[in-house]
Every structure is written in C-alpha cells, then in structure tokens.
C-alpha cells in the first residue's frame, strides 16, 4: 500500500512542480511586461533620464545635456517632451534653482524659435542642432552678460564650448533616443547607433555623480555593470570601446574620475576576452582589472573600496536576467544573437518570396487550366444547330417567295432537308461546286436550283469564315495554355529552389580542411553548399598561390578522391597581392563534352545567309545545337532564322521544356506578322551527364549519327515554324555515345549534290568515307563535297555543325587521400 501511494505521490509531485514553475515564469513575463508598459509605452523612462540629465554636469560647471536632450524628444516623441521637461527641470533643481530656471527659460525660448523656423525648414532632422546650438550659445551669453555684466574672454571660450558640445550631442540623443521609447524595434543596430547609444548612457550615468551608498560610488558601480554588460554581450572590442568611451565622459564630468578609463578600458578587454566562460568569465576579468589598475593607486580612496565597488558591479551582473542580455545582443553586429536574428530575416524574407512565386505559379496554372477548359470541340447538337441556322438563311432567300414551299418543308421535310444538307456538303468540300447526279436529283425537286446554289455559296463563304476564326480561337487558346503551364513549372521550381537552405556540413568541412592541410596545403576557408552526387558545389579561401595553379593540379584532385567523383575548378578569383585571399569553387565535372565544327556559306558566295546556327550551354548540363533556316534567302531569311534562335535561346535559358519553347516561338512567329515567312528549325538537346539526346525538327533536314563505319539517320516530320499556329512536336530519343560524330545540316547541304536521286545514300557514303573524326574537318569536307558535285557553284546557303562526344576526362589524375574516403 506505501509502495503504491509512493508510485502515486511522484507524478503528482512533478505537475506541481511544472505548473508552479510554469506560474513562475508567467508572474515573471507579466511582471516584464508591466515593467516595458510603464517606462516605455507611458513615457516614464524618459523622466527618469531627463532628471539624471538635468543634474549631470562636464567640467564641474557646464550643463550641455538639457537643452539636446529635450529638443530631441520634442522632435522624436512629441507627447513626452512634457514629461522630459519636468524630468530636467527636477534634476536641475538639484544643482541650484538658478540652473533650474535658466533649462526652463531657454527650453521655451527653443519650441519658440523653432515654431517659426519650421516654416522655412524642410528637414527637420538635418537643422534641429543648429538650432539647439545657437539657442543655447544665445541663452548662456545672456546669462554671463546678466550675471557679471560683461563679456570675458573666458566666457566666450565656455560659451563656444557649450555650443559646440549642444551640438554634438543633439545629433548622438537623435539617434539614441528612439532605441529607449520604441520597444518593438526591428532594425539592427549600426555601429554609430551602437556608440551614441554608450555615450548616452555614460551621459545619463554622469547625473549620479556625487552619489553614495555605504560610502560605495553609484558611477563607479554602474559604469563597470556597463561594461560588464557590453563586454559580455559582444566581447572585448564592443567592451574595450564601451570602457574607454564611459571613462572618457566621466572624466570630463569629474577630473578626480579620470584614472576609472584606464580601469573601464582594460576591465572591457579583460572581459571580453573571458566571455567564453559565460557571466563569470567576464565577471573575473573585471576583478583581475580592478586589482591590477588598483595596486597604481587612484590618487583618493582605498584597493578596499574599489574591489567592493567591483563587487557590488558584478552582483548587479549576475542578477541581470538572460532575457535582456540576449534581447540586447539582437542589435549589436557580431553576436551570435545577431546572426541569429539575420538569418531568421532572411529565412523569412525567403519563404514570403518563396510564397509568393509559388502563387504566381498557382495563377498561371489556374489560367492554363482555364483556357484548357474553354478547348472544348463543337458538340453534334451545336453542329446540327449550325446546320439550322445555315438552312434558315438560305430557305428564306429562296423557298420562303416559292410557290412549291409546302409540298417541299410541310410534305416532304425530310427528303429536301437531307438534300439540301448533301449540297451544302460538296459545296463545302469542293469548292462550291455540285456533282452532276445530285445536280440532276435536286433539280427534280427543287425549281429555283440555280437560285438555291447561289444562296448556299454566299451563306458558305460566311460560314467558312466563321468556322475558319473559331478554330484559330481555339488553337490559340491551346497555345497560351501550353505556354502558361511552362511558365507555372518554371516558377514552381523556382519556388522550391529558393527555399532550399545551404545544407550543414561542418562535419565535412573540417575534414577537407584537415586532409588538406595534413598535404601541406594551407586553406583558409572551407564551405560546403551541396555534396550531392553530379551536384558538389564547394567554395574555399586560400593565401596568395603566386599562379602556382594548386587549385588545379592538388585540390580539386584531392577532392575528387575524397568524394569518389571528377571535381573541377568552376570559377577562380586570384588574390592581387601578397597579403590578399583567392577564393575558388569547385564544382562537379560533367561526364561528357561537345566539340563542335561549324561550316556555312551564303548563296552564290554573298555575305548574308540565310540560315543561322547555334550553340548553348544551357544551365543543368545540357548542351544545344540548332540550326534555322528563313525561307528564301538574303537579309529577310537571316533576320527571321537569326530572330528563331535568339527567341529559343531565351526561353530554353528560362528553364522551360522543350516542346512548350518550340511551340511559343512558333506562335508568336505565325502571330507577329501576316506575311508567309517561315524558317526551319533543326535542335538538338544533349545531356553531358549520360550523352542521351533529343532531336526536334521542324521542317528540316535529316540529321545523321556516325558511330564508327555505322550511320544512324535521324528524322522527323514537322511543317516549318511560322506556317501553322498548332502543331504537335515529335521528339526523336537517341543515346549516344563517347566518340559519335552529330553531323547536322540545312536544306542547302542536304538537297544541294547535282544529279543525285537519293540524297540519304549519298550523304551516308560520303560520311562513311570520311578518314578524320575532327569535327570541323568533317563540317569543311562535307561542304566542300556539295559545292565541288555543282561544279563550285553554291545554289543555296548552307549550314553543317558536327559535334563530337567525349568523355570528360579531367588535366589531372586524382591524388589519393588515406585518411578520409567519400564525405556524403
């Protein structure tokens, strides 16, 4: 029975323990949240530093913080100047009750001065400070005019001191005052911010100079918390710079303060340095500073005091929460927290893009399906309609003024319908004329035949018009929803591409890095974006090579043996001096290569072709070679083959497939102009991953395939780009291989042997003949043979590319690699 309520007691124990926790840390966000609702939202924090402003003094005598910190907020946040107002006056009543009414009077004197400059001010930000500047400078020589009744030397020197300091430090409280009032900020910090917002706050510290507790410094105490914050959050630069900016101001404010920026300085180092080791790291670097700076002496006081100054310091510290550390350290460049908080921008800035492509695919593909919807062929009910409306009007040209009309439509309706139906049929098929026989049978029946054949051409060429339009309506239709689901795939890659992150490889980059260097080569950097197979994508930073060429003939070896593939150098920036980095990526080596031979001549040896040819490297390994040829010769031939090409180009580079590309520059050729130009197109689609091919011919020539003595011959049957809007795309699939010869070629060439009947016999003997395998050999012989067979006469432009298939087989031989085998 205990055993059993001991069993029960335990779970019972841990929900108690989880919903108290849980309380806790609600009381503790609430408490949080009250605390930003009541200094921040309400305005009181600002108060609190308009008062310690108020009585913070430079030079034990000057007060050049109340003026800028006021005309600040007055510009930033309107609705609190009043409460900064009462905040700096209550502060300055601490010093005298003369400072007090001087902050009060000149503060008026500037929303004075300003409300009437603002109406030839533009920029309120860029002359803000000239104002708080020549107000304040006005105001103090008023005061030293009244109270000594003259201008000395001095005062004008302290006059211009304030002024210039107003001035200054306007611009640093513009910059920082919104980091205090908005508690939602979303930007990052620059580095000027970061030091206007160290120097406000060492500003704001100087107000509690003078201040005591147990004989303890309050400034000495809350400038080391500074920097132990600083230094904790952003390391030993940030708290070098915070020490030597807070000890600097202190200093001007009280010269007996003067040796805390030495200890401010070296405790922001130390700490830095120590922040590895979390709060007590960089609370023990403060103390080793405090000691060290101590043992000098600071002119007053005992080690005693100072070290429990320190003390009272890093009690401070370590009671500050994580929350407003981590919160703190978003802004600052250089933070974990910060990068952090970059990458989550960017990640989300991403996935919004991603997003939004990924709805404009949805867009295109609902419009693609849409018109798709709307190709719906005419159904028999719709065509027997058609008939009706087509015998109406012919019937009421003809049989409605005829005598016989009863006995043909209200006795015989079926005979003179299904006649008539007949005629309108061979009129249609052949050309408005009649057969004899139907002739002779309608004329049996019908006494107005002539006048009925005449009606039936006229409503025929209406109706062939008509019908002629809602074809062409419905290809084009199938065309932009061919072309609007290209577009949509397009974009839904490009979706999915954005949104893949660069993948983790730490693990990996380190062991290149050490097998590399165990070689003796010294990397500087290693990153691994992708390590997929056919895919590697590996960028690197190494010192000056002095184009030795490491990255050619070691590293990319290397790698290829530690990843169990070809690794080449893809791009390559060499540094420019000594000291300078080179950066490299290295990339995966496609398994084959093209070398391709051109060969071309115009008609009758003129200088402007008529066909036009091609060569892409298009991006996902393949490769593309095309020829086009406008129909004719001369300027207008080049132009629509060249305008072919280029248009395929484009949106073969686009990323969209084969088909869909030929199909939209087909279209948008037989739609430009009414005019009968049309070009051929002869495409061929290579994959340098594994040498498989596709041929898309439109209108062209047969392609051949020499694989040693053995020709292939590559054909198909396609009208020419331009002469229809529709038409289906037929794909020929051949697998190639290492050391086929891809001989393509124009019309010109083709067609162009005299006296030849059979022009594939011909073309396959003279390939066969061939005793080279170099690809422009082949392309100059292959065109010299045509033209020698017309006794040098060239009767039509022509155009011959052969491409050559090899293996990629890289400079160098990998370099084996005993420690470390493929890293995926």
């Known amino acids: ?252 404010a009280s010269v007996s303060s003067f040796y805390h920026m030495s200890l401010l300085a070296f405790s922001g180092v130390l700490g830095g340095l120590m922040k590895e080791g979390k709060k007590i790291g960089v609370s023990i670097g403060l103390f080793i500073a405090t000691l060290l700076i101590g043992m000098y002496g600071e002119g007053g006081g005992s080690i005693q005091l100072t070290v429990l100054e320190t003390a009272a310091a890093i009690f401070l510290f370590l009671l500050t929460p994580q929350v407003l550390t981590s919160r703190l350290a978003k802004y600052i460049p250089g933070t974990p927290e910060y990068t952090a908080e970059q990458q989550k921008y960017m990640r989300k800035m991403r996935d919004v893009t991603a997003q939004r492509v990924s709805q404009f695919s949805s867009v295109f593909h609902a419009l693609s399906k849409s018109f798709s919807q709307m190709e719906i062929q005419p159904k028999e009910d719709e065509s027997d309609r058609e008939m009706d409306y087509f015998m109406s009007n012919v019937t009421e040209k003809t049989c409605q003024t005829c005598f016989k009309k009863d006995q043909c439509w209200a006795n015989n309706f079926n005979t003179t319908y299904a006649y008539m139906e007949e005629i309108i049929h061979e009129m249609d098929q052949n050309d408005g004329n009649v057969s004899s026989k139907l002739s002779r049978e309608w004329e049996k029946i019908c006494t107005r035949s002539k006048r009925v054949y005449e009606s039936i051409g006229q409503e025929l060429t ?71 197979q056919g895919n590697v994508d590996i960028e690197m930073s190494l010192p000056f090579c002095d184009g030795h060429g490491e990255c050619d003939k070691l590293i990319a070896p290397m790698l290829s043996d530690i990843l169990g593939e070809t690794i080449v150098v893809n791009k390559e920036e060499c540094a420019t001096y000594s000291n300078d980095f080179c950066h490299v990526t290295f990339r995966s080596s496609k398994a084959y290569t093209v070398e391709t031979g051109i060969a071309h001549a115009a008609k009758d040896g003129g200088l402007v072709s008529g066909d036009s040819y091609s060569t892409i490297e298009l991006g996902l390994g393949k490769y593309a070679i095309a020829i086009s040829d406008g129909m004719g010769n001369g300027e207008r031939a080049h132009y629509e083959s060249k305008e072919t090409l280029l248009l395929l180009q ?165 370099i084996p690699v005993q420690k470390l085998k493929r890293q995926a």
């Open 462 to 532: 209406f109706f062939q018009a008509n019908q002629k339009l809602k074809k062409q309506v419905r290809e084009s239709r199938r065309l932009v929803a061919e072309q609007l689901l290209g577009v949509s795939e397009v974009m839904d890659n490009f979706a999915k591409e954005i949104q893949r992150e660069r993948e983790n490889h730490h693990k990996q980059e380190e062991q290149i890095m050490e097998a590399m260097q165990s070689f003796g080569i010294h990397i500087e950097q290693v990153e691994i974006y992708s390590l997929e």
């Open 1 to 252: 029975m205990e055993k059993t309520n001991a069993s029960f007691i335990e779970p019972v124990r841990e929900v108690n323990l989880h919903s108290s926790k849980w309380a806790m840390q609600n009381g503790l966000k609430k408490f949080q949240l009250m605390l930003e609702s009541f200094f921040i939202k309400k305005g009181y924090l600002l108060l609190l530093v308009g008062f310690l402003l108020g009585r913070a003094l430079i030079l034990a005598k000057l007060t050049p913080f109340c003026l800028p910190f006021f005309a600040s907020v007055y510009l930033i946040k309107r609705d609190r100047a009043p409460l900064a107002l009462i905040g700096l006056i209550i502060g300055a009543v601490t010093i005298s009750l003369t400072n007090a009414a001087f902050t009060f009077i000149i503060t008026i004197l500037f929303m004075i001065v300003f409300r009437i400059c603002k109406k030839w001010i533009i920029n309120d930000m860029k002359w803000t400070p000239f104002i708080v500047a020549i107000v304040l400078g006005l105001g103090k020589l008023a005061e030293a005019f009244i109270l000594s009744r003259q201008l000395t030397l001095y005062d004008l020197m302290m006059v211009g001191v304030q002024t210039s300091l107003a001035f200054i430090l306007t611009l640093i409280f513009l910059q920082s005052i919104p980091l205090l009032t908005f508690n939602k900020r979303r930007q990052l910090l620059k580095t000027e911010e970061i030091v206007c917002l160290i120097i406000m706050l060492a500003s704001i510290m100087t107000g509690t100079i003078g201040w005591k507790v147990y004989d303890l410094s309050i400034e000495h105490i809350m400038s080391r918390y500074l920097v132990l914050v600083f230094s904790f959050i952003a390391g030993a630069t940030v708290g070098s710079t915070v020490g030597v900016v807070t000890g600097l101001i202190f200093s001007l």
């Open 650 to 814: 484009k949106i073969l580079q686009s990323g969209i497939e084969e088909k869909v590309a030929i199909k939209s520059v087909n279209s948008i050729l037989s739609l430009r102009t009414t005019d009968e130009i049309f070009s051929t197109l002869d495409l061929a689609m290579i994959d340098l991953q594994n040498a498989s091919t596709k041929f898309l011919k439109i209108g062209s020539t047969p392609s051949f395939i020499k694989r040693g003595n053995k020709i292939i011959k590559i054909q198909a049957s396609n009208l020419p780009i331009g002469m229809i809007q529709e038409f289906e795309v037929d794909v020929v699939s051949e697998q190639l291989k290492a050391g086929d010869l891809l001989i393509m070629m124009s019309d010109g060439v083709f067609e162009g042997p005299l006296h030849v009947e059979n022009y594939d016999l011909w073309m396959k003997r003279k390939l066969q003949g061939l005793e080279t395998d170099n690809p422009q050999e082949v392309a100059d012989l292959i065109l010299e043979e045509v033209i020698r067979s017309r006794s040098e006469i060239i009767h039509d432009d022509m155009t011959v590319t052969v491409a050559k298939i090899k293996h990629n087989t890289p400079k160098w031989a990998s």
